[in-house]
Nanobody, 125 residues
Framework: QVQLVESGGGLVQAGGSLRLSCAAS????????MGWFRQVPGKEREFVAN????????YYADSVKGRFTISRDNAKNTVYLQMNSLEPEDTAVYYC??????????????????WGQGTQVTVSS
């Protein structure tokens, strides 16, 4: 059983920064890719960014490109999302997700196998 625990959310003013962390644990943790998604009430979960554990290649949604950076620490089994120049539109619950199998174009929530509990990010104007 794999567990993902997010942390780092909070309240920040527009233009500010936050760093989210996602720590993975479990007796047989193995992941091909990790992703960050976000969700606001009444809307579907939206892709933000993902990263491959091996090689570290990354991909971003257009809405966050140039402002957010995803990274990983393999030794700590932890993935980060550095969020800069935050906007009120970034307000959402942010979820960390993991996928065990290889794949491409991993932009859909249904393509991921396990999820964290989410952390709230609120950006005030």
């Amino acid at each position: 059983q794999v567990q993902l625990v997010e942390s780092g959310g909070g309240l920040v003013q527009a233009g500010g920064s936050l760093r989210l962390s996602c720590a993975a644990s479990g007796s047989t943790f193995s992941s091909y890719a990790m992703g960050w998604f976000r969700q606001v009430p009444g809307k579907e979960r939206e892709f933000v960014a993902n990263i491959r554990w091996s090689g570290g290649s990354t991909y971003y949604a257009d809405s966050v490109k140039g402002r957010f950076t995803i990274s990983r620490d393999n030794a700590k089994n932890t993935v980060y999302l550095q969020m800069n120049s935050l906007e009120p539109e970034d307000t959402a619950v942010y979820y960390c997700a993991g996928r065990t199998r290889a794949g491409t174009r991993l932009y859909k929530a249904s393509q991921y196998d396990y999820w964290g509990q989410g952390t709230q990010v609120t950006v005030s104007s």
